[in-house]
């Protein structure tokens, strides 16, 4: 049984003009200790599906789905508290832009160290003494001397480590990380992703990324989901897609990588769709 | 042939004034670095964030005066620290910013965005700014109509083609694209790249092209100068740099650099697998 197990969920937003679909039965299921990529461009409702999980989609957004369950548990109906028991805690979740996810008033330690007293019931002793801990297993230098930081005195890399860190402060089964390096360099980039993998093969997590970077999903995935306009294209292993991708997008995605580029010009996905169009 | 743009020990030092607690002190950004791109070519300047790439991409762009060294264009030396620079020398020289979504005011319509730099820099008649605008408008991809339109009504893709539009409405000979693409989207950065490329095909423009990612340097640049810590560490031609690059600074970009190629996923996925099965129950 998968961990957490989705199919033919569909988002709707209520906006001035409409209802507008973001999300268009879509099946996504993640197996523990398993790395599941969901890539997209922007607007291909990749962020839309997994925001619905941890039920973080304001009130205009209409959620439906054939099934929805976490471990066996059913989500759709499930009474708040029980909800916010999972979420936050079984669940967790990290987001794009690292210096924006924190609180700019307060420093690093004390919003770790709220995490763990609110959620977990810790001491402040304890709760001191476990954000270290946590501090030392992402990769902070000098932990100690950072809990007193506020995230302004942090370059983007290191709040991302502490997002990192107060996701994993309540040792989840599933992580979701949306889009975690796109605001950093690559050479922050390469340290962040080789840091979630670590850890989720040292906690032996399920975790699922969301990204529009073909270069992230070779380098992380154990299985992809193609997302375009809030459908699903393509599921595969990742050395499948990326060796004889089915979906003429997942190809389009594929040869706009600019190291794909044959000669002078960069095949573009609408260039793509006007070619299988005349086929 | 002169260079378009050269630069010879290029300096730059900001100050951090003192508080209560901390003395005032010197940063040297960029340490002496020397350049020059001749016309209708490109050089990318590669290296992660604090490097000093934007703090030499404003220099060139004639944003701010370097703190020493020689900055030249078309082989006459500029130093905006003495003396202003009058429209015919900002004509020359435009720039592209990183973030389309910022660099576009929200409340000025697109027509205006484009003519503005007409109005300040030349005295263009009305009808005729317009006329150019329009045209331009559709040099870049976009249509005529879109000229009343605000900022809000485009995408990310469509905000960086007008923001390219606005730095060419002056018939620059130099472009100053900073991180141009690092925001969009893959499919939308590759339109943009080609639009970049005919663009300079057609109007024989010289990029000065800043990234950290290096699979667009490969696509773009001609020259590419690697800097790190305000110091260029490595300068050639983009297939010396790419065939052999020799700096380990140059070489630890290259290995963060993902790597989209089948056989190396292929022992990702073996090396994951005999972790796994390796590791107790």
């Given amino acids: ?279 | 042939m002169t260079a378009v743009v050269e630069g010879r020990a290029i300096v730059q030092d900001y100050h951090v004034p003192g508080g209560i607690l901390a003395k005032a002190r010197t940063v040297r950004a960029l340490k002496g670095v020397d350049f020059a791109v001749p016309k209708g070519k490109t050089l990318a300047i590669v290296g992660e964030s604090g490097s000093g790439k934007s703090t030499l991409a404003r220099i060139i762009a004639l944003i701010d005066a370097p703190s020493g060294g020689e900055l030249l264009l078309d082989g006459l030396p500029v130093d905006i620290g003495k003396r202003r620079p009058d429209s015919a020398l900002r004509s020359k020289v435009q720039m592209v910013f990183q973030n389309p979504y910022g660099s576009l005011n929200p409340r000025q319509k697109i027509g205006n965005v484009l003519t503005e730099p007409l109005v300040i820099n030349t005295d263009t008649p009305a009808a005729e700014r317009r006329d150019r605008a329009e045209a331009m408008l559709q040099k870049v991809g976009l249509l005529p109509e879109h000229y009343n339109r605000y900022p809000h009504m485009f995408s990310g893709g469509q905000r960086q083609r007008i923001a390219i539009a606005r730095a060419l409405m002056l018939n620059p000979s130099l472009l100053v694209l900073d991180e141009p693409v690092s925001a969009l989207d893959l499919s939308v950065q590759a339109q943009v790249l080609n639009l970049l490329a005919d663009l300079q095909d057609e109007l024989e423009l010289t990029y000065v092209f800043v990234s950290h990612d290096l699979s667009v340097v490969r696509y773009i640049a001609d020259e590419v100068m690697v800097i790190s810590n305000g110091e260029a560490v490595e300068q050639g031609t983009r297939d010396q740099i790419f065939a052999n690059p020799t700096h380990p600074y140059t070489q630890q970009l290259f290995n963060a650099t993902p790597v989209t190629d089948v056989e190396a996923i292929r022992q990702r996925v073996a090396r994951r697998r005999m972790a796994r099965e390796a590791r107790p129950a």
Avoid: W
């Fill in chain 1, 1 to 279: 049984m998968p961990l957490l197990n989705i199919r033919n969920l569909t988002v709707r937003f209520a906006t001035a003009t409409g209802s507008f679909t973001a999300v268009d039965g879509i099946d996504v299921s993640v197996d523990r200790g398993e790395v599941l990529a969901i890539v997209g461009e922007s607007g291909s409702g990749k962020s839309v599906s997994m925001l619905a999980v941890m039920g973080l989609l304001p009130d205009t957004a209409t959620i439906t789905a054939d099934e929805m369950t976490y471990d066996g548990q059913d989500i759709r109906d499930m009474s708040p508290a029980l909800r916010r028991k999972l979420i936050g805690r079984e669940i967790t979740m990290i987001f794009q832009e690292p210096i924006a996810s924190l609180n700019p008033s307060f420093t690093v330690g004390f919003q770790i160290e709220e995490v763990l007293r609110l959620n977990l019931r810790m001491s402040r002793g304890q709760a001191r003494a476990r954000a270290l801990e946590l501090f030392q297993a992402v990769g902070i230098p000098a932990p100690e001397e950072k809990l007193k930081a506020y995230p302004h005195q942090m370059s983007g890399g290191q709040c991302q480590r502490v997002m990192i860190a107060i996701a994993l402060a309540s040792n989840p089964r599933l992580l979701i990380a949306d889009e975690p390096t796109t605001a950093l360099d690559v050479t922050i980039q390469k340290q962040i992703l080789d840091l979630l993998l670590k850890l989720q093969d040292d906690y032996d997590m399920a975790l699922i990324l969301i990204t529009h970077d073909m270069g992230v999903v070779a380098e992380t995935a154990d299985r992809v989901v193609v997302q375009y306009k809030g459908k699903k294209m393509e599921e595969a292993d990742v050395l499948s897609l990326f060796e004889a991708p089915k979906h003429a997008y997942t190809r389009a995605l594929l040869s706009a990588l600019p190291e794909h580029a044959e000669g002078d010009r960069l095949p573009t996905v609408s260039d793509y769709f006007e070619q299988e169009a005349s086929r």
